[in-house]
């Protein structure tokens, strides 16, 4: 420790290889895909870039310490360096309380083990998976995960906990999705009506979405999880409204496509952080391009994002389509019910 604030003659105990690790990984990243190792220093000190590091609450001590200071060596600083911190990107610390397991500690090194990853994947999809976590709130407070695989007590007529956040894109998100796809199959050639947007779903999605990006950019991801349940419940309520009130209007039908398609382009770039391959999919079919992607076209119209907005059509979707899919031991067992 340097000699100062009477914090001399003390040790400061930490894994060191642990804090240079987020640096070993983006330079093994880069050569990966071909590019110089030294590049990593850019997102330290390039102005556009922002590091965020997701971290154990007990391991805060540590990191937000020793690797910032370790993080400086690597940059060349030296302690009477005249360079301002400020040009700096430190990495912004996501502190996680715990997460237990069967409501009892787990670690590798303890009598409780958690399942790996891998096993998880026998079980839920990746997107049910990330859809759950995110939703726990970890960030104020420890949760125990309690999946109903691994639950000797489980009742078989209980729903799965794990499941019911991904169940908002398995039912209710490909449920919206699919009425609009065969709706416009059946009504309009496949193609997405360009017309003005109703007032009261660009009021939705405008207020939903910059919730969703006040909550993301605070990392109170729980809250990111319920702007996106709002959301998608609202527009499933949305359709289920106009579409009775529609009945075989042409007009209507034209009116509630261009709403429904707007909305559901919009839900999924606010899923795309989430479940990237799944939204990506989705999108693919109905043949919109990656500027989907870009956080700056969020409040675009549909046609914007069309390569030919003239000649546009979705591809058509065979009956019972899963833009969003359960795990295939879901589907088995709804097969055995």
């Not at 959301?231 to 509630?256: C, F, M, N, P, T």
């Not at 030919?308 to 031991?329: G, L, Q, T, W």
Request: glycine share 4%; net charge negative.
């Amino acid at each position: 420790m340097p000699n100062c604030d009477d914090l001399n003659d003390l040790t400061f105990w930490v894994w060191p290889e642990s804090l240079w690790a987020p640096i070993s990984f983006v330079q093994t990243y880069l050569e990966s895909i071909g590019k110089p190792r030294d590049d990593w220093r850019q997102w330290c000190l390039s102005a556009d870039c922002k590091v965020y590091q997701f971290i154990g609450e007990d391991n805060i001590y540590f990191y937000g310490i020793a690797e910032m200071g370790m993080l400086l060596a690597y940059l060349g600083y030296q302690p009477d360096d005249a360079r301002s911190l400020k040009d700096v990107n430190f990495p912004t610390l996501v502190a996680n309380c715990h997460l237990q397991f069967m409501n009892s500690k787990a670690s590798s090194s303890g009598q409780v083990k958690p399942p790996m990853a891998a096993e998880l994947l026998d079980h839920y999809s990746k997107d049910q998976l990330r859809m759950y976590f995110l939703s726990l709130g970890l960030a104020k407070k420890g949760v125990s995960f309690n999946p109903k695989p691994y639950n000797p007590d489980a009742d078989a007529k209980e729903a799965d906990p794990v499941l019911k956040d991904g169940n908002l894109l398995t039912n209710v998100l490909n449920r919206i999705i699919r009425s609009a796809c065969y709706t416009a199959q059946k009504y309009t050639a496949s193609t997405i009506p360009d017309l003005a947007v109703s007032q009261e779903i660009i009021d939705l999605v405008e207020r939903d979405t910059l919730n969703y990006e006040q909550k993301m950019a605070a990392t109170d991801f729980h809250l990111v999880i319920y702007a996106l349940d709002h959301l998608i419940r609202h527009v499933s309520k949305y359709w289920a409204k106009q579409s009775k009130a529609a009945g075989e209007d042409q007009a209507q039908i034209e009116q509630l496509l261009a709403d429904a398609f707007y909305a559901i382009k919009s839900i999924l770039t606010l899923l795309h952080p989430i479940v990237p391959q799944s939204s990506e999919n989705a999108a693919a079919r109905l043949n919109l391009n990656d500027k989907l992607w870009d956080w700056q076209h969020i409040f675009k119209p549909t046609q914007f994002y069309m390569d030919d907005a003239v000649n546009h059509k979705i591809i058509d979707i065979p009956p019972k389509y899963d833009f969003f899919e359960k795990h295939a031991s879901q589907l088995a067992e709804l097969a055995g019910e």
